[in-house]
């Protein structure tokens, strides 16, 4: 083994800092992935919510107006 400067324990060294930098950036990559995946769940839950909130309220709307016409129709007539 050569311990002089520039021998082994400088490649070892080169070695640990280029493994400690592709850990950091598969690290870096790993956030980023799980970013977009969040950011495009969110793009997609979005409309899906905004749809799900539209047609609730259409059918509370529909009801509501299926109970008027049922209330109108039992309700008595005034005569004149």
């Given amino acids: ?6 021998g082994n324990t400088s490649a070892f060294s ?5 493994l400690s ?7 870096q990559q790993q956030m980023e992935i799980m ?4 950011k495009t769940g969110i793009e997609m839950v979005e409309p899906i919510t905004k749809t799900s ?4 309220g259409n ?3 529909s009801v509501n ?3 008027q016409g049922v209330s109108s ?4 007539k005034k005569q004149v």
């Fill in 65 to 67: 107006q299926a109970l």
């Fill in 14 to 18: 080169e070695s640990v800092k280029s």
């Fill in 21 to 27: 930098e592709t850990v950091g950036k598969v690290g």
């Fill in 1 to 6: 083994m050569d311990n002089a400067p520039g």
């Fill in 53 to 56: 909130l539209d047609l609730a």
């Fill in 73 to 76: 129709a039992m309700a008595p």
């Fill in 35 to 38: 970013s977009s995946v969040m």
């Fill in 59 to 61: 059918l509370l709307q």
